[in-house]
């Protein structure tokens, strides 16, 4: 997919965002090198609209804690989160890509200058990149207008972020609890509960067979050892 790739070759980082800019509140930034809109070749836009249609996410680690979208169910007020977020979405046949996230990373201090990151939001957005206009700083602005739209052809897109910073009261040891909850955590348990009924049914029916033909082995066997003894 066309995001940004950093300068020269690729290679792992042992460290991550959480560990080197820990409490540091970032405003809006690109994500590329310079102010320039990633130029996204006809072929690359062709398979980033077909990866948006097929409903493909994206998924992002801090400190080993994966990120998730915050939802809001407007009739309940129910708050559900979904693992990774959406990279886009379709609409009347036009496509859309998120190339903005704003990114709130919790933390807990269980003690004096130790501090850890106990979530990892992501709030992802659709911003057209004529909107993003920069100033003096190398920080960004959005003003009004529409969506990223992911048009047949060559397209210019901008990534951008920002990062936020949040002190939470839930513990390092709990930071999962989060995850465990999603709805398509329940569906998976769910699955694994119907494959566990399924083979508890599939092993009675075998040892019912099994027992059947046991005993009438059994039986036939002590009917030969009555006929012998009779004839004896």
Not at 1 to 6: D, I, K, Q, Y
Not at 62 to 67: M, R, T
Not at 77 to 98: A, D, P, Q, S
Not at 112 to 125: L, M
Request: net charge negative; charged share 20%.
């Amino acid at each position: 997919l066309p995001f940004c790739r950093p300068q020269g070759e690729i290679h792992y980082i042992s460290e991550n965002l959480g560990e080197i800019h820990m409490k540091q509140d970032t405003k809006c930034m690109t994500t590329c090198a310079g102010h320039s809109p990633v130029t996204v070749s006809i072929e690359d836009s062709d398979n980033l609209a077909r990866r948006i249609k097929e409903e493909y996410h994206v998924h992002l680690l801090v400190d080993n804690l994966p990120c998730a979208t915050r939802y809001e169910v407007s009739d309940t007020h129910e708050v559900i989160y979904e693992n990774g977020y959406r990279l886009g979405w379709e609409e009347n046949g036009r496509y859309f890509v998120n190339n903005h996230l704003d990114i709130i990373l919790r933390y807990h201090q269980p003690s004096p200058n130790v501090y850890r990151v106990v979530g990892f939001e992501v709030q992802p957005q659709s911003i057209d990149s004529s909107r993003i206009k920069f100033g003096n700083s190398q920080e960004c602005t959005v003003g009004d207008g529409g969506h990223q739209e992911v048009k047949r052809g060559e397209n210019k897109i901008l990534w951008t972020y920002t990062v936020t910073w949040e002190e939470s009261a839930i513990p390092w040891a709990s930071r999962w609890d989060t995850y465990l909850s999603m709805k398509d955590v329940q569906i998976h348990w769910f699955s694994i509960l119907n494959s566990i009924i399924v083979i508890v049914c599939l092993s009675g029916f075998l040892s019912v067979i099994i027992i059947r033909t046991v005993r009438r082995d059994i039986a036939q066997y002590n009917k030969g050892e009555d006929l012998v003894g009779f004839y004896l």
